[in-house]
């Protein structure tokens, strides 16, 4: 803090009676930091300001990208795809290298008292500003975690510092992408997620070069280089060539072991997952296996299933419905499925695009009125070329719908919107690619989305929104493609809790981690 000129003290008897009541508090965290295999790595203190305090009203814009998971996901399989180096960079104290000028707003602070003190021994001066209590104020001059504005301020200085002084051009869809061409047309590419980077390109001298002039803007910045390397708690393994493998060991065993469930499971879910005794009273808020305990463990599971636990998404999905009223049957689920996690501790996903390159598939897919209240169930997997999972998506329907054609139709159009963001992604990253190839098992659907009309009393009154997807078919953006219901695995999967071998080899469909 005092190195980097954080804050500097003022006396209260300077301000005014306005100024005293919008003195924010601040805290120190300390914690325990672990790599993706849940091996220690080093203990973390933090000083967070109150920024719940701010008055909000007083900024214009506080909002801050960071990567979306797909582009994450699409970013390591185009570097699969094209054999690039890999490396990962920390920016120690990132957001302290943030002025807090351009706001234009000035924050005070009160530190504690043994905070305080420690300060007044690391720079005597702090001495004079100590009040009766042994507290002191201090004005912020670079931004501080936890204060409102300091996100949208490292943001805006990092990417100008990577746009201005080193020409990288951020992708057009996602602003957290970052790329540049070196004298010999290769290009190299930044995903950034706050202070986290991950860099690829075929030139790993390229990548040196890069991180040299980070380094020398950010000193305090931790360099790691491939082929394996952990990026946003995922360990990414790029030693085969043409493919990565992504694991999160670390945070799968963590939660099977404060979960305290003994025992293993083949599969996430019986078959009875859906079902619902809306008699039965729900479980005490505190507590070992009571709400909070389920909730907690809901979150964590749904965190791995979006990155490599999949399989488990329509499980976590259906638990996520149940957070605020759980009964004894959904703890019972929660346990299954922690059990399943153990059972399956070593799996992720493996993503290999293959001879398909970066062209995108949408395998969409839809259960038919499987819950209580009649709803239908959709599931989405896309990926890029042969078998590179970069999105899944699973959830109940938002709507009632009429028939397993409708039902169809809905999943379809709630999630292309997600198939097209990639693939314009991929564009928008210097790739020649082809339309979507939207895969689908159902053929009524499918002359549904080709006519864009439906020609049927049983089938008219199905919005016109949902036809929406005509248009992209005409443009060429996307073609429909009819596959059989047994090889829609990596979105049959997403709908309906599997069991036996139909779940193995659908599983593998989707995660690719079996295949040989």
């Known amino acids: 803090m005092l190195s980097k000129h954080v804050f500097h003290p003022v006396k209260a008897s300077g301000l005014s009676p306005a100024q005293l009541r919008k003195i924010i508090p601040c805290k120190l965290f300390i914690k325990e930091k672990t790599d993706p295999d849940g091996v220690f790595d080093k203990l973390k203190g933090r000083l967070v300001a109150g920024g719940h305090r701010q008055d909000k009203t007083l900024y214009e814009d506080l909002s801050s990208p960071t990567a979306d998971q797909s582009s994450v996901m699409t970013i390591a399989a185009i570097a699969a795809c094209e054999h690039r180096s890999v490396a990962t960079c920390d920016i120690g104290g990132a957001y302290l290298n943030a002025p807090m000028d ?142 990565c493998e992504v694991t999160m060991n670390g945070m799968v065993d963590d939660v099977i072991d404060k979960a305290e469930v003994d025992g293993k499971a083949t599969t996430p879910a019986a078959s009875t997952l859906f079902e619902v005794d809306e008699s039965k009273l729900p479980v005490e808020c505190g507590g070992h296996l009571g709400q909070e305990w389920f909730h907690s463990f809901v979150a964590k599971i749904l965190y791995l299933a979006k990155r490599v636990k999949p399989e488990c998404l329509t499980t976590v999905a259906f638990l996520a419905t149940r ?96 198939a097209f963001h990639v693939r314009n992604f991929i564009i928008a990253q210097g790739h020649h690619t082809q339309p979507v190839d939207l895969l689908q098992d159902n053929l009524s659907c499918i002359a549904l989305m080709e006519r864009g009309r439906s020609n049927s009393m049983r089938t008219r009154h199905i919005q016109i929104r949902y036809f929406w997807i005509k248009e992209r078919l005409d443009d060429g953006e996307a073609r429909v493609t009819h596959m059989s219901t047994n090889l829609m695995g990596p979105a049959n999967v997403l709908t309906k809790p599997l069991q036996g071998n139909q779940f193995i080899v659908e599983r593998q469909a989707l995660t690719n981690w079996d295949a040989e």
Not at 344 to 364: D, E, F
């Open 102 to 243: 351009p706001t234009g707003i000035i924050v005070y602070m009160r530190i504690d008292r043994t905070l305080s003190a420690i300060l007044a021994k690391l720079d005597p001066k702090y001495e004079a500003f100590l009040d009766e209590k042994g507290t002191c104020i201090v004005q912020l001059d670079k931004a501080l975690y936890g204060c409102i504005e300091s996100a949208a301020l490292w943001y805006a200085q990092l990417s100008t510092f990577l746009t201005t002084e080193l020409d990288f051009v951020a992708n057009t869809h996602d602003p957290c992408v970052f790329n540049m061409n070196n004298k010999e047309g290769k290009q190299l590419t930044i995903v950034l997620h706050v202070d986290d980077m991950l860099l690829t390109c075929e030139h790993k001298s390229t990548i040196e070069d890069v991180l040299a002039a980070i380094e020398a803007r950010y000193p305090e910045t931790t360099v790691s280089f491939g082929p394996k390397v952990n990026f946003l708690g995922m360990s990414m393994d790029f030693e085969v060539k043409g493919e």
């Open 323 to 418: 957070v605020n009223k759980a009964d004894e049957d959904d703890i019972g689920k929660l346990k299954r499925l922690i059990r399943y996690l153990r059972a399956s501790r070593g799996r992720g996903l493996r993503l290999r695009p293959g001879a398909r390159g970066v062209n995108v598939r949408a395998y969409i897919d839809a259960a038919y009125g499987v819950h209580v209240d009649g709803k239908s169930h959709s599931g989405a997997a896309m990926m890029v070329g042969d078998n590179a999972l970069v999105h899944v998506k699973s959830g109940k329907q938002s709507i009632v719908t009429k028939s397993s054609t409708e039902s169809e139709l809905v999943a379809t159009s709630d999630n292309m919107n997600t």
